[in-house]
Nanobody
Framework: VQLVESGGGLVLAGGSLTLACSAS????????MAWYRQAPGNQREVVAQ???????NYADSVKGRFTIWRDNEKNMVYLQMNNLKPEDTSVYYC??????????WGQGTQVTVSS
């Protein structure tokens, strides 16, 4: 599965961005679609994940501000980010996990939040 992220950019604190991840094939068999992020010097961390059932889980740091959803018809997953903070600045990666194959990753998209 090839994943391509889009929608990153520069935004002022308090602003919003929507990230999109396009998959090269049907994601209906993908067990978990997720967004991760990695800031310089930090480990990659999970931001949000959505299961095949549509159930979503979020990191505590983004709960109430970010929303993840998947569109199996369009082979897309999205991340709506509201009330962005400077600490949200990172490279955001799309991930797809299909059991038992493993995880696939996109190249990442930069999100920069300026104060």
């Amino acid at each position: 599965v090839q994943l391509v992220e889009s929608g990153g950019g520069l935004v002022l604190a308090g602003g919003s961005l929507t990230l999109a991840c396009s998959a090269s094939e049907s994601i209906s068999s993908i067990n978990v679609m997720a967004w991760y992020r990695q800031a310089p010097g930090n480990q990659r961390e999970v931001v949000a994940q959505v299961l095949g059932t549509g159930t979503a889980n979020y990191a505590d740091s983004v709960k109430g501000r970010f929303t993840i959803w998947r569109d199996n018809e369009k082979n897309m997953v999205y991340l709506q980010m509201n009330n962005l903070k400077p600490e949200d600045t990172s490279v955001y990666y799309c991930s797809a996990v299909r059991f038992p194959e493993g995880a696939y990753w996109g190249q990442g998209t930069q999100v920069t939040v300026s104060s």
